[in-house]
């Protein structure tokens, strides 16, 4: 039997985004992000002691199944067995994850349809022109907003014509699902928004790094100001993206070489 757990109240935004209230809730949510960003339709969390296999739907809808145990011992624990799936049944947790992992194979890619509209980039700074008279553009900020942190490392680098100003506006059209928008390790393509400006995204998985190499890359490109789109991309902006902390720059199409090599995708990479 399965569990259906119906996250709709999540935003798009928001998905990955898990909460320290519960170790299950945050497991849980942190799988149902990686399966919605990588348009993945199967997924498996892993314990010491079990395996549970879950299965979305589009529209915010996931299947949990019970918790099955690795070793008839668990029985007592309200562990589920393998061997309770058919009558004398032999199946053990192995067969069960090849089993599963064979029909991961088979299942075409399924994008989450919220997913696909604009997210907004969250505890977002965007780099700014001072203007002669100490004016900068930026969005007007909501007197009852609360404003993130600056990034440390990025606090002291202001030293050219752009710094970074907070802001609540700003978005993107982001599919890390789809293989032609891999640019190669962390980096990703995506759009922002309304402009359509093609620009990069590049991650660190929030869940298994810190922001230390965000705001050390945030601190480089601001006392690189004079190179921007010279030698190296112009620095658009810094926050969270997904589950992840990001920065994004400038699209700068090269021309690749005559011999490359890809080898599958997946978002995001440690």
């Known amino acids: ?16 985004h898990a909460t320290a209230g519960s170790a299950g809730r945050l497991a849980v949510e942190q799988v149902y992000g990686y399966m919605c960003w990588n348009s993945t339709q199967l997924g498996i969390l892993t314990t010491t002691t079990g395996f549970a296999f879950l299965r979305r739907a589009d529209g915010g809808i996931l299947y949990l199944s019970r918790l099955y145990g690795s070793h008839g011992s668990l029985a007592p624990f309200q562990y589920e067995l393998p061997s309770s799936m058919a009558p004398h049944s032999t199946f053990t947790v192995s067969h069960m994850l090849y089993w599963f992992t064979a029909m991961t194979e088979q299942m075409p890619p399924l994008s989450e349809t919220r997913m696909a509209a604009a997210i907004q980039v969250q505890a977002a700074y965007r780099t700014l022109q001072h203007l002669s008279t100490s004016t900068v553009y930026a969005t007007t900020v909501p007197s009852d907003y609360s404003l993130p942190p600056l990034p440390p ?3 002291g680098s202001q030293s050219g014509p752009y710094s970074l100003q907070s802001t609540t506006n700003l978005f993107l059209e982001f599919k890390p699902w789809l293989r032609q928008n891999h640019r190669g390790g962390r980096a ?4 922002l928004l309304p402009e359509k400006t093609p620009v990069v995204v590049k991650c660190w998985d929030g869940y298994k790094n810190s922001d230390n190499a965000q705001n050390s890359e945030v601190d ?6 004079d190179l921007w789109g010279i030698c190296i991309p112009t620095f658009i902006a810094v926050g969270k993206v997904a589950f992840c902390h990001a920065i ?10 005559s011999t490359s090599l890809t080898i599958g995708h997946t978002f995001v990479e440690g």
Request: proline share 5%.
């Open 1 to 16: 039997m399965l569990l259906q757990v119906d996250p709709k109240h999540i935003a798009a935004n928001a998905l990955g």
């Open 153 to 155: 490392t990025a606090a």
């Open 188 to 191: 990703w393509s995506a759009l």
């Open 220 to 225: 480089n490109y601001l006392k690189l100001q």
């Open 248 to 257: 994004i720059i400038e699209d700068l199409k090269v021309k690749p070489s």
